[in-house]
């Protein structure tokens, strides 16, 4: 299973790329901000799943939204927002962009797992 | 809880070491923001990056279970959305709760290296400011002032840690520092951040090496560059085409090889000055100065070795400046200056070196009070301090002893003298001088070489054996014959020297000073002089053989032989045999061509009482007639010159030659000391240059003898205004002439009656 | 002789008590001396040296040790003894700041000793040497002297 995780701190991508790693995806990439991830989301084959930070530098979590939703190819891409309390109220905003999911830090792996089930992603 | 969440998350020793890696980096560069910030406290796109900064470090504590951690950055957080959303505005008093965060954030990580967990301190103080700032009831406070003038004038900002769980707090008492490999973990990945900044949409295609790997790949580089070395040696009478292809690709190759991986090792030294907008404003702050800091250069690269030593010297230096530098507000003012000063770090290449100037448009030094200082501190004596020159009297605070006794643990103090900012740099191959003018400011100007392990070295052989000479301090080569020999080279026993060009070259056998049994090649006659560079002096060392130049790979003594101060390290040559480095100023020193410098003089001030004794110094003995000889300071002499008698002329009643386009008074000395000069018949006349008020004078003398090395002896009763004193050279008590009185006697004349402007 | 094979057969031995250490030992003109195995990282044939003018009269050079600079000390010197009469030996110990070579006249075998005999230096002596050793074994017909390491690699620029 492949997935894409952006996000500006190296230690939140390490700890992602562990919890995803256990949960069973085998093809994990990452990027830094959302210009970033979009870049590598084109070049790339298509993930199974992206995880976006919300507050990053550059291309914001909100702008990538939008800007891969703008795109048809990515429909079926699952779009999971992580964010933190205090951004409760941009995760409606995200929503409404066409996020499909949501997390809030800090998380541990069984409340990333029950998300992705929800997206119709099972683990192993 | 927290702890808890932690560990049934499995909280891996990487993750936490990853967290520490990132937040240091984050930290540093929230510093510069935040001081930039305060220049333009409306700037959005730095406060939307403060914000980020301490919204991940918040959000990746919960990750991890630092709590503490958590709730100090929770209460930044929410300040510095109020501020990135404009609810308030930056003021000094936010600012400074804001370094303080982040002083407690570098605290805190600095207890998680240590110990895993970040601690027990809460601070409760600081988290009440950080509200009370969010609440805007600190940003109503009109001035910071109260605030500093209650706070101890050299840590203004400074939060006292409020401890939970007092059992704990001993071992928590001392805030750990981040290790030095940490350090430089986070200074790579910061250099390698730079340039994405700058552009700020270029993916980042650098990854973080450690740097252990880096230094294994050097040694493994080196060791590279010696086995193509002997290669190239076998090879050299190769007449396998084929071989010698493969073996000049090879050569290649390593060459690349070398110069990529020492890139690898390059930072910017803009890793280390990320640190000075925050020493400078904490420090212009608790002195009630403005300052302004200027970088210029900061993405010129250093190898990192070179990085990791020159830290601490310039820091010492930004705060000196700060600190001695650049003056109070009102007497700059005063004195119709800008109120603000500007402090300028500027970096540049130049050759294999890295310039790097610390410029202060301050107070500048001045001589007389610096001289008076270092007289009374016993440094110098009157009579030293009156011959010294400017440039000479600035280098002054470079003396072991000058500048630590004032003020030692206040500002810049803190135990460290200038004199050892002076031994770190020289240490690392490096230099530092120091230019200054009154009133105008002071520059400090550091030149290091870029890297310390493969440097370019001319290979010479002395009594059989090889040494390396590091290029850097080569000026030129000069081989001559015999018969040339013979006339250049004035060698009587004492100190030969050698004529190049007019000048005066002191020189200095190799084999001699290393006390060994030269196997110098008679027969053949010619002399092999290499000319180097030590500190300000050039001189001439004599060896056997100029064998080759090559790279050589600088490898540490042993310390039983560190103490040998003539060496700078071994090189393993091609043949496999190791040979030395020369260190060239040891060899300088051993060989007596440059003092010890100023600081041995220092000891023999006390003994000597009155009737001073300086160590030994350079004397050119001159001959007067028939059998008078006396002695001038070498240091005083600019040139030796040659003229023809037919090229006399005479301007007035005054003898002159015309001399570097310009026209150049004579003085002869015999009849100026009223000895009686002899007959006059030669063709030639000898003449010593030696220039006071910016004026050249050429002394005519009767011949020139020697040039030799004894100890001076002041006459307390100095009789007549020229001499200074009096020394016993072979055998024989000779005057010691100060040529300076005698010229500007001639100069001040001459102007007087308008002879010359 | 065969250091090599010596040390192999001590790794072969499980049983190794506690008590027992293994020396290196070796002869230095009437001396028979001896250094903790441990502390000896190898043992090479005489080198070419290179000889470091002004340093202590107790380096006699520096070597080439695989890319690695080894200051070479003259151990004969240390003892007050005369010079070399034959190329010596470099036993290479493991310094704390990196090997240092110490120059021996002949290697002997690796010995096993039980700490039990390990004596105090005595008397007999002679007062220079003693300095250097740290204890003595008596063993058949000859006195073992285990040269104190420390001692002998460090020394003042006086000395």
């Known amino acids: ?124 | 809880m927290a702890q808890d969440l932690g560990e049934s998350q499995g909280q891996l020793p990487e993750e936490v070491n990853e967290f520490l890696v990132e937040s240091h980096e984050n930290l540093d560069r929230l510093d510069r923001d935040l001081v930039a910030l305060e220049a333009d406290p409306m700037d959005k796109e730095r406060l939307s990056s403060i914000f980020r900064t301490i919204h991940t470090i918040k959000g990746t504590c919960g990750f991890l279970g630092f709590q503490k951690l958590e709730s100090v950055t929770h209460v930044g957080e929410n300040l510095l959305s109020k501020l990135r959303d404009g609810e308030l505005i930056l003021n000094p008093a936010i600012t400074d709760a804001l370094l303080a965060m982040v002083d407690a954030v570098r605290e805190m990580l600095a207890r998680i290296e240590s110990t895993a967990s970040d601690g027990e301190v809460t601070y409760p103080e600081l988290i009440a400011r950080l509200t009370e700032a969010a609440a805007g009831s600190l940003s109503g406070t009109v001035a910071v002032a109260p605030v500093l003038a209650a706070a101890p004038a050299d840590e203004p900002t400074k939060v006292e840690p409020v401890v939970d769980n007092p059992s704990q707090s001993e071992a928590l008492a001392p805030p750990v520092v981040a290790t030095s490999d940490l350090a430089s973990k986070v200074a790579a990945a910061d250099a390698a951040k730079e340039p994405i900044e700058a552009k700020s949409v270029i993916s980042d295609s650098s990854v973080r090496v450690d740097v252990g790997l880096l230094d294994r790949l050097m040694n493994l580089v080196g060791e590279l560059v010696l086995a193509r070395n002997q290669i190239l040696q076998h090879t050299a009478g190769e007449a396998n085409s084929a071989l010698v292809a493969t073996t000049q690709r090879l050569n290649l190759i390593t060459s690349e090889l070398q110069e990529g991986v020492m890139k690898t090792r390059m930072q910017p030294i803009g890793t280390i000055w990320s640190k000075f907008p925050r020493v400078v404003r904490d420090l212009s702050q608790s002195l009630s100065k403005h300052v302004r800091l200027e970088l210029e250069g900061k993405e010129t690269e250093l190898d990192r070795t070179i990085i990791e030593a020159i830290k601490d010297p310039l820091t010492h230096l930004v705060r000196n400046s700060v600190d001695h530098g650049i003056e109070m507000p009102e007497i700059r003012s005063a004195n119709s200056k800008p109120d603000e000063g500007i402090l300028t770090l500027s970096a540049y290449h130049e050759g294999g070196y890295v310039n790097i100037e610390v410029i202060d448009d301050g107070a500048g030094i001045d001589p007389l009070k610096l001289k008076a200082k270092a007289i009374e501190k016993g440094l110098i004596t009157v009579e030293q301090a009156s011959k010294m020159s400017d440039r000479e009297v600035q280098h002054l605070i470079f003396m072991p002893g000058f500048s630590t006794a004032e003020k030692v643990t206040n500002v810049s103090g803190r135990g460290v003298g200038m004199d050892v900012v002076k031994t770190n740099i020289e240490r690392i191959g490096g230099s530092i001088e120091v230019n200054s003018e009154l009133g105008k400011g002071s520059t400090f100007k550091i030149r290091i070489p870029l890297t310390l392990a493969i440097i370019p070295a001319l290979i010479i052989k002395s009594a059989g054996e090889r040494f390396a000479i590091p290029q850097v301090s080569l000026v030129e080569l000069v081989r001559l014959e015999a018969e040339q020999a013979k006339v250049d080279i004035d060698a009587v026993d004492g100190a030969p020297v050698c004529r190049l060009r007019g000048h005066l070259l002191p020189l200095v056998k190799l084999s001699e000073v290393l006390k060994l049994e030269s196997e110098l090649v008679e027969d053949e006659g010619a002399t092999n002089i290499v000319v180097l560079q030590a500190d300000h002096r050039q001189f001439g060392l004599v060896v056997d053989h100029v064998v080759d130049t090559e790279e050589i790979v600088v490898k540490p003594l042993g310390k039983q032989i560190k103490s040998v101060n003539t060496f700078a390290g071994a090189t393993i040559m091609g043949d496999g045999r190791v040979a030395l480095i020369l260190d060239v100023m040891g060899v300088a020193k051993a060989g007596h061509v440059v003092s010890e410098s100023l600081d041995s003089r220092s000891g023999s001030v006390s003994e000597s009482r009155g009737d001073y004794v300086a160590d030994k110094e350079a004397l050119l003995l001159l001959g007067l007639g028939h059998s008078a000889r006396v002695a001038v300071p070498l240091a005083s002499v600019d040139r030796l010159e040659e003229f023809e008698t037919d090229s006399l002329e005479w301007a007035g009643s005054q003898p002159v030659v015309q001399y570097r386009n310009g026209i150049m008074p004579l003085l002869w000395l015999a009849s100026a000391l009223g000895v009686d000069a002899g007959d006059a018949s030669d063709s030639k006349l000898q003449v010593v240059v030696h220039s006071s008020l910016g004026r050249s004078v050429g002394i005519v003398v009767g011949s020139i003898l020697d040039i030799t090395e004894e100890q001076v002896t002041l006459d307390p009763y100095g009789s007549r205004d020229a001499i200074r004193g009096s020394a016993v050279i072979q055998g024989k008590v000779t005057d010691v002439v100060d040529l300076t009185p005698l010229v500007e006697a001639v100069v001040g004349e001459l102007v007087g009656v308008g002879v010359i402007e | 002789m065969n250091i090599g094979n010596a040390l192999a057969v001590g790794e072969n031995e499980h049983e190794v008590s506690l008590k027992v250490q293994q020396y290196c030992t070796f002869f230095l003109g009437d001396l028979y001396l001896g250094v903790a195995v441990e502390d000896v990282q190898e043992v090479i044939r005489q080198q070419e040296m290179t000889p470091v003018p002004l340093s202590s009269p107790l380096v006699k050079g520096i070597v080439n040790l695989r890319g690695q600079i080894v200051t070479a000390l003259d151990l004969r010197h240390r003892f007050g003894m005369s010079a070399y009469e034959k190329p010596p030996m470099n036993i290479v110990i493991r310094a704390d700041d990196g090997p240092v070579s110490l120059l021996v006249d002949e290697i002997g075998d690796v010995v096993e000793l039980d700490q039990s005999s390990y004596e105090a230096t005595p008397e007999t002596v002679d007062k220079l040497s003693a300095e250097l050793v740290t204890g003595v074994f008596k063993l058949q017909g000859k006195l073992l002297l285990v040269l104190g390491l420390d001692k002998a690699i460090q020394f003042s620029e006086a000395a």
């Open chain 1, 1 to 124: 299973m492949r997935a894409l995780v952006i996000d500006d701190s190296s230690t939140t991508r390490m700890i992602l790329r562990r919890m995803l790693g256990e949960i069973g995806f085998d093809d994990i990439s990452d990027a830094t901000n959302g210009q970033e991830g979009l870049d590598s989301l084109i070049a790339g084959p298509t993930p199974e799943v992206v995880l976006v930070d919300w507050n990053m530098p550059v291309m914001d979590g909100y702008e990538f939204v939008k800007a891969v939703r703008a795109k048809p190819e990515y429909d079926n891409t699952p779009l999971m927002l992580v964010t933190t309390e205090t951004e409760l109220d941009r995760i409606v905003a995200a929503l409404e962009a066409g996020a499909n999911e949501y997390v809030m830090k800090p998380f541990t792996r069984d409340v990333i797992e029950e998300k992705l089930a929800l997206l119709g992603l099972e683990s192993h």
